[in-house]
Structure formats: C-alpha cells, structure tokens
Antibody, heavy 123, light 112 residues
Framework: DVQLVESGGGLVQPGGSLRLSCVGS????????MNWVRQAPGKGLEWISY????????YYADSVRGRFTISRDDSENSLYLQMNSLRVEDTAIYYCGKDGGSTWYQGGPQEDWGQGTLVTVST | DIVMTQSPDSLAVSLGERATINCKSSQSLLYSNNKNYLAWYQQKPGQPPKLLID???TRVFGVPDRFSGSVSGTDFTLTITSLQAEDVAVYYC?????????FGQGTKLEIK
C-alpha cells in the first residue's frame, strides 16, 4: 500500500522558517510527481507546489513563490518543502500528494495523500 | 490562473436520493490527448482529501459506482446516486491542466 507521512510542522513566529518532510513507501518514489497542498483552518484546499519525478519541472503558486522551495531526495524516498519568511496567512495543514505518473501531463492529479502536518505561524 | 467555480456551496439531500454538484472552469481543460484534466475529491472532517474521479469521468479503483463524473465543455458534474450516510463530506473539483492547479471552493453535502 502507498503511504505518505509528513513531518516537520509546528509553531513558528512570523518571518521564521520551517522545513517539512514527506516520506513515501509502497511505490517507486522517483517514478512519480509530487505535490504540496495546504488547507487553512476551516478553509478550502490550496495547491502550492509540484516537482516532477525527474525533478526537471518545478512549479509554485504565486502565494509562495520566492519564499518556499520544493525538493526531493529519491535515495531517501523523501519530499521536502523549505518554507522561509513565513507569514500568519501560511498557517495551515500541509499535505503531500503523489501524482499518478512522473510528468505533469502524463501523471494526473494527486491520487494519494498523507495525513498532513500542521504549521502555525503566530507571535 | 484557471478559476474553478463550484455550485452550490452546500447541499442537503435525503438518503437514497441523488446529489449533483457542479463545477465550471474559466477555460477549457481539454488537452491534445482528448482528456479533460479535472478531478473530484471527497474530504471528511479530520481526514485528507480522497480522489474519487480523474480525467473528468474516470472513477478511481475502489470508489463505489454510485459516484460518477461528466463533462460538457467547461461544465463538470459530480453525481452521487442513492446517497448514503457515509457520503456526508465536502467535495472539491480541481483542474490539473495548467499551473497553478486550482481547486473549487468546495461543496458541503449533508443529509436532509
């Protein structure tokens, strides 16, 4: 079975940094594009970043571009999100999501999701 | 950005009846492979989203056949025939055609 387990969330002050991790198992990690999607408390879903299976395509939502960096270490079956210059409005549950394939147009949507990790940005 | 607009925002349906949720995209989601890049998700409280339908009308393995998706141009529909108690959730559409992948605002489905 596919499993995705996020970690690294917590309480951070505005302007601070956090690094989220997502470890995958039950599939060939480097064969799939991966995403980060977040959900503010009581709100809807917001896609924030994608990295292709070969890491040659990386995309960001405007709301995080220049502050967040997505990366992956296929030797560790891990996906990362480095979050800098955090703002109060970045408070959310952060989910990692696995696509159905390696590339943007071949892969399909997020078909498997982790349970999420909560990031709280507050003084 | 492609804007995804769902309707209604909330819906109450009796058990055993049909529920219909609509999603309109601000532009075509049809790629040159003749596939519409539209997904439907179900999210229950305290849980991550669950993929129900991809490519606008392909039910994911294991999803009950009372769930179906359809498309007409830029109008997409999720239909749940014979509503069950376990279908109470928030439903989201998402386009994965262009970056950024955008979601609809969600439709809260309840039992009448």
């Amino acid at each position: 079975d596919v499993q995705l387990v996020e970690s690294g969330g917590g309480l951070v002050q505005p302007g601070g940094s956090l690094r989220l991790s997502c470890v995958g198992s039950g599939f060939i990690f480097n064969s799939f594009g991966m995403n980060w999607v977040r959900q503010a408390p009581g709100k809807g879903l917001e896609w924030i970043s994608y990295i292709s299976g070969s890491s040659d395509k990386i995309y960001y939502a405007d709301s995080v571009r220049g502050r967040f960096t997505i990366s992956r270490d296929d030797s560790e079956n891990s996906l990362y999100l480095q979050m800098n210059s955090l703002r109060v409005e970045d408070t959310a549950i952060y989910y990692c999501g696995k696509d159905g394939g390696s590339t943007w147009y071949q892969g399909g949507p997020q078909e498997d999701w982790g349970q999420g990790t909560l990031v709280t940005v507050s003084t | 950005d492609i804007v995804m607009t769902q309707s209604p925002d909330s819906l109450a349906v009796s058990l055993g009846e049909r529920a219909t949720i609509n999603c309109k995209s601000s532009q075509s989601l049809l790629y040159s492979n003749n596939k519409n890049y539209l997904a439907w998700y179900q999210q229950k409280p305290g849980q991550p989203p669950k993929l129900l339908i991809d490519w606008a009308s392909t039910r994911v393995f294991g999803v009950p056949d009372r769930f179906s998706g359809s498309v007409s141009g830029t109008d997409f529909t999720l239909t749940i025939t014979s509503l069950q108690a376990e279908d109470v959730a928030v439903y989201y559409c998402q386009q994965y055609y262009l970056t950024p992948r955008t979601f609809g605002q969600g439709t809260k489905l309840e039992i009448k």
